[in-house]
């Protein structure tokens, strides 16, 4: 069964931190997407990567950077939090870009 | 112009009806299409591909029109658990990257 994992479902940080959100996927997949999903805007893309140590900035790539040292891997860095990143954040994978995409089960983080 | 647009609905139909969406995109090379289903509070799952000549499971039926740029998901005879949220999603020409375009989704709500 295919399988991507982040790393928490929740997590509350006070603004200023440095945050780190974890997805790894089991699948062997070239491509892996961060997207932040807010109510009445949909999921909006942050960054994706489609090898590793590659990234691509995606629609909403301010305040965030990433992180893909192993295929598995990618990792999305809140370098500091601020009370408008408050937010559900989805990680993706897909072994092409025009193949289907599957999600972790997402990570409501809180910025205090 | 949004890359993807959808009607946010909700949609409210009884058991038993025929409900349909459009969505539209902007950019006319784009590769390929699908239809995503997100429940409440879970991550979204692939539903359908859409082809250029149309394709149908089950109950569902998705058709592409290039000319009119849009895209369309037909539900025959509602259940229940068809309720949820549907989303678009374009995956734009490669020169853009292997990523995937998410419209903000159209919610659907059957009642008995």
């Known amino acids: 069964d295919v399988k991507v994992t982040q790393s928490s479902r929740y997590l509350v940080k006070r603004t200023g931190e440095k945050v780190f959100l974890e997805c790894v996927q089991d699948?062997?997949?070239?491509?892996m997407f961060w997207y932040r999903q807010d109510p009445g805007l949909g999921l909006r893309l942050i960054y994706f990567?489609?090898?590793?140590?590659?990234?691509e900035k995606g629609d909403i790539p301010e305040g965030y950077s990433v992180s893909r040292e192993k295929k598995e891997r990618f990792s999305l860095i809140l370098e500091s939090a601020s009370t408008n990143q408050t937010s559900m954040y989805l990680c993706?994978?897909?072994?092409?870009?025009?193949?289907?995409?599957?999600f972790g089960q997402g990570t409501r983080l809180t910025v205090v | 112009r949004k890359e993807v647009e959808q009607d946010p609905g909700p949609f409210n139909v009884p058991e038993g009806a025929t409900v349909a969406f459009n969505c539209t995109y902007s950019?006319?090379?784009?590769?390929?299409f699908f239809w995503y289903r997100q429940d409440c509070r879970k991550e979204p799952k692939l539903l359908m591909s859409?082809?250029?000549s149309g394709n149908e499971d089950g109950r569902f039926t998705a058709q592409l029109n290039r000319a009119s740029q849009y895209i369309s998901l037909l539900i025959r005879d509602s259940k229940l658990s068809d309720s949820a949220t549907y989303l678009c999603?374009?995956?734009?020409?490669?020169?853009?990257?292997?990523?995937?375009?998410f419209g903000a989704g159209t919610i659907l709500r059957v009642k008995s």
């Open positions: 993706a994978s897909s072994l092409w870009g025009n193949t289907e995409a599957f």
């Open positions: 699948m062997d997949h070239e491509n």
């Open positions: 990567s489609y090898d590793v140590k590659m990234k």
């Open positions: 950019n006319s090379a784009s590769q390929s």
């Open positions: 859409v082809y250029s």
């Open positions: 999603v374009v995956v734009p020409p490669m020169e853009y990257g292997n990523k995937l375009v």
